[in-house]
């Protein structure tokens, strides 16, 4: 049974009930959402996962889109001024894009099912991939002369800084996660395991948060393995091809 | 006076199916009504019969080989009474170990067209450098020129995509309204739980 | 008594006949008898006479796909009467132009001097390995060594190239003195943007 990260029962100190009833009362601004403390999500969240044995990657890629997206509306509240395009933004603007996100992912994972659903149908259909085998040769493609013009023209382009990302849809300006990545990968290419704390001490809490969203990453692509003994205790990072046994298990104190 | 009912008995279609099935037989994608025209320099109302006829005489049930529709176009395939004899020789390189992460960015740039890396991580709310360079690899997304002159490169779907998901066309895909809820909707449902809790 | 008849009715190797067709339309390979048979798991015996009835069903005159055996064993090919129609499948248009993605990788190439797919990929972006096959693969570009003994294999643009782009020597490129003064300059410069482009 997948976790239903929308009827997370949660017990905070603004708030009591479902997740999907604290969505639907920051949407409607009956909840101050600079209020509402959110790692005590995070805390219910990992507890439920606790008590699984296995990871729910489906609930856990669920979660990160609607606490990211709460975390993105709360940042613009409790830093209004600090971006012009931002502030601009009124709250119930910010709030009717945070639905409209949330009901663009919830498409996007329903196409997904679908194509899902027809690769099933299309199990047994087999083709043909590459020239068939006793095809006439073909010839050598013909271009038609080119200007010169047109390559300085294609490096010119490149070397254009890029405008300024648009925010109008609101994007936090994160470092990237591939630069984590890179991070993680280089660090574990020396050493075989990390204690995360350690690893990301001094950094800025949008960077702490960025760091682990590319442990996730390289944890879904099978590149590590990843520990907790309990909730708060350190994480601890390992090379999948170190410790290939090594799952990761989250168990509350 | 015997001649013309010779060309009567040889119907002349027949040669152009003919014709048609050797093209199918050594194409490596799917061809449409325009390229067979181009290539048999015959008319497409004829064509058109002629993959008619063809596509009677191979259908499933009849023959090992299928004649279908698919990716904007005509291909043979393997009949589906066939496919554990094609298992046992051949392996699925393309839709093998799609990921659910794969999947899901499959269906954005399939829906929203043309669409840059940022795009679908707004959408996805991840990192997808990993998984937009896997699906080229795959040959299911390829490069579309880059969203303005100096921005992010956009990526659409290829033939390939259309084929393996046995698509006749991007238009084959369901409407997007009939799969989800829009904005009013989901605030609706979202509004409708509120107000079932006690307070 | 029955039975036995309406066995030989069925013709059972028939039905191979249609596995075996349907493993043919597939292959991009000649498949041999011993092929078959480990696909079909049936006895060799009964997979030749089923080729058989294949090789005569599908034979010059009779139908435009004709199965042929060759070397490696047996394989569909266009009928003879087809082949006119299969020249002009796969005759090429000449293309007006170039992508966006290739016409990139190129001035890349062409101004920096050799370089490699993650030298490219740096500046552009994105993976480049499609478009470098592509590029290599119409003459455009060739291989020139490695960056060292075990790095990257790096390319420089070829003598079609500049025929192309109607080019005495690469000397003759318009002049990038906007962008830097010599080609370290130019280079700096580009993975200095590349690196604020959004991925």
Known sequence: ?253 | MDRPLRLVAANPVDQLARTIEALLVVASQPLSIDDLVAATEDDSERVETAVGLLSDRYREGRSGIVLEQVAGGWAFRASREAAEACARLYERPVEKGLSNAALETLAIIAYLGPCSRPDIARIRGVNVDGVVSGLVERGLIAEAGRENEFGAVRYRTTALFERVFGLESLAALPRLDDLGADVTEIRARLEAVAEKRPA
């Open chain 1, 1 to 253: 049974m997948p976790i239903a990260v929308r009827e997370l029962e949660l017990d905070l100190d603004a708030f009591e009930g479902p997740f999907d009833l604290l969505l639907t009362l920051v949407l409607r601004e009956e909840l101050p959402l600079r209020e509402v403390d959110l790692a005590g999500i995070v805390v219910a969240f990992v507890e439920r996962l606790a008590e699984r044995d296995e990871l729910d990657l489906e609930a856990c890629g669920e979660f990160l889109v609607l606490i990211s997206a709460l975390l993105e509306l709360k940042a613009r509240g409790l830093f209004p001024e600090e971006d012009a395009e931002l502030a601009e933004l009124e709250p119930e603007e910010a709030a009717e894009e945070l639905a409209r996100r949330l009901a663009e992912y919830r498409r996007a994972k329903e196409a997904a099912a679908w194509l899902l659903e027809r690769l099933g149908e299309r199990r047994d259909v087999y083709w043909r991939l590459g020239p068939a085998p006793l095809a006439p040769a073909r010839p050598e493609p013909k271009l038609a002369p080119q200007r010169p013009d047109k390559l300085a023209t294609a490096l010119r382009a490149l070397s254009v800084e890029p405008p300024a990302p648009s925010l109008a849809h609101m994007a936090l300006r994160f470092p990237p996660t591939s630069q984590f990545l890179e991070r993680w990968r280089a660090l574990l290419r020396r050493r075989t395991r990390v204690d995360f704390d350690q690893e990301v001490e001094g950094l800025s809490r949008v960077e702490v948060a960025v760091a682990f969203l590319a442990l996730l990453e390289l944890r879904k692509q099978d590149e590590i393995a990843i520990s907790q003994p309990a909730p708060f205790a350190p994480i601890r990072i390992s090379r999948a091809d170190a410790e290939r046994s090594l799952s990761w298990t989250v168990r509350s104190a």
